[in-house]
C-alpha cells in the first residue's frame, strides 16, 4: 500500500480514468477523527482511499492510495462521475454573464450532466463532477480498506504536524 500525495494522486487517478471514463463515482464524507475527510474515488478497474485535511481551502492536503476494490456504496445517484463537455452557449450563462439574454431551465443545464463522460482534451470547456457528500455510515470499508484508512489518518496527522508545528 503506497502512500501518494497531491500531484502524483491526481496524476495516477486520472491515468485510470482516461483507459475508460465510464461508471466512477465520487464519494465523499466526514472523517470519524481528527476533522478530516474521506473518500473514495472508483471506476470500473480501481478504487482509491482518499484523506483530505480540508474542503474549504484551494488547495487541501490530498493523500491516498490504491485499493483492493471498489468499497460498496450506499449511494446511488442517476448521474456517474466524470467529465462532460459543456455546450459553448451554455458557457456565458454558466458564469454569470449578466449581458446574455437567453432564458434557461434547470433541465437544459442538467443536460449536461446527462450526456455522456469523456476524457478532456486542452483548450476545451467541461464540468466535472458530481462529488457525492454523504455521512460515513453510508459508505463500507473492507477489513483491508479501514486498515488502509488508519494508514492515512496517521499519515496525515504526521504531515500536518511537520509542515504546521502548532497542529495539535
Known amino acids: 500500500m503506497k502512500v501518494l500525495e497531491g500531484e502524483n494522486l491526481r496524476r495516477r487517478i486520472f491515468r485510470s480514468y482516461s483507459k475508460n471514463p465510464e461508471g466512477w463515482s465520487f464519494v465523499i464524507s466526514t472523517s470519524s477523527k481528527y476533522g478530516f475527510y474521506d473518500a473514495v474515488v472508483s471506476g470500473p478497474h480501481g478504487a482509491w ?11 487541501p492536503i490530498v493523500l491516498g492510495s490504491p485499493t483492493e476494490s471498489s468499497p460498496k456504496s450506499k449511494h446511488a445517484g442517476p448521474f456517474p462521475y466524470g467529465y462532460r463537455k459543456i455546450p459553448s ?80
Open 49 to 59: 482511499v482518499l484523506k483530505m485535511d480540508s474542503l474549504f481551502k484551494p488547495s
Open 89 to 168: 452557449e451554455l458557457i456565458p450563462e454558466m458564469l454569470g454573464d449578466e449581458g446574455y439574454q437567453r432564458d434557461r431551465t434547470m433541465a437544459d443545464l442538467l443536460s449536461v450532466l446527462r450526456s455522456k463522460t469523456v476524457v478532456p482534451e486542452e483548450g476545451r470547456s467541461y464540468a466535472h463532477g458530481p462529488f457525492i457528500f454523504t455521512s460515513p455510515e453510508r459508505v463500507s470499508l473492507s477489513e483491508q480498506q479501514r486498515e488502509l484508512d488508519h494508514k492515512l489518518t496517521s499519515e496525515m496527522r504526521r504531515l500536518l504536524s511537520s509542515r504546521y508545528p502548532a497542529y495539535g
